[in-house]
């Protein structure tokens, strides 16, 4: 569990749970204002950030039925501790971040891993890209009309 004690001027310095024996990831990851501000205001314990309602620290699974039963009681559905990852993931795609930027702050050490995470929003960036090229779209849709047209004849079907 992160706490106090792995901050840094500014920076988080932890390795991974996951696979720590096997494997081990080493993070540095900045503490943004908006978490510097929540962690400064937040109870929390002498070792770790996130307490229960005891002052302990949560186990995994504990923390996992926290975290679930917080989002039901907040109206919202679908959303898992284990799915933040990936959400930031989204999101720093949108924001234009290359791969390789989403696996340092990810903790990712395998660019497969975030393009799975991120194909939607890159797919979506790309077609925005071909509209964005503008005479060449002409183009495109000259040959999509082509293509269209070929394919309802060998298919004997008008094709929309």
Same mark, same amino acid.
């Given at each position: 569990?992160?706490?106090?004690?792995?901050?840094?001027?500014?920076?988080?310095?932890?390795?991974?749970?996951?696979?720590?024996?096997?494997?081990?990831?080493?993070?540095?990851?900045?503490?943004?204002? =908006? *978490? $510097? @501000?929540?962690?400064? &205001?937040?109870?929390?314990? #002498?070792?770790?950030?996130?307490?229960?309602?005891?002052?302990?620290?949560?186990?995994?699974?504990?923390?996992?039925?926290?975290?679930?039963?917080?989002?039901?009681?907040?109206?919202?559905?679908?959303?898992?501790?284990? =799915? *933040? $990852? @990936?959400?930031?993931? &989204?999101?720093?795609?949108? #924001?234009?971040?290359?791969?390789?930027?989403?696996?340092?702050?990810?903790?990712?050490?395998?660019?497969?891993?975030?393009?799975?995470?991120?194909?939607?929003?890159?797919?979506?960036?790309?077609?925005?890209?071909?509209?964005?090229?503008?005479?060449?779209?002409?183009?495109?849709?000259?040959?999509?009309?082509?293509?269209?047209?070929?394919?309802?004849?060998?298919?004997?079907?008008?094709?929309?």
């Amino acid at each position: 569990m992160l706490g106090r004690q792995h901050e840094k001027d500014g920076w988080l310095y932890f390795t991974q749970h996951k696979n720590r024996e096997r494997k081990p990831v080493h993070m540095s990851l900045p503490i943004l204002s =908006g *978490l $510097r @501000k929540i962690l400064d &205001v937040s109870p929390t314990g #002498d070792l770790t950030y996130l307490v229960t309602q005891y002052g302990r620290p949560f186990k995994n699974e504990s923390f996992g039925n926290w975290f679930r039963k917080a989002v039901r009681a907040a109206g919202l559905e679908g959303l898992s501790a284990h =799915g *933040l $990852r @990936k959400s930031a993931a &989204v999101r720093l795609a949108e #924001d234009g971040h290359s791969d390789h930027e989403i696996m340092a702050m990810g903790g990712w050490d395998m660019l497969k891993e975030v393009a799975r995470c991120t194909k939607g929003v890159r797919r979506k960036r790309l077609a925005e890209n071909v509209l964005k090229k503008g005479a060449r779209s002409t183009r495109i849709e000259q040959i999509w009309h082509t293509l269209r047209f070929k394919l309802s004849h060998l298919l004997k079907t008008p094709l929309l």
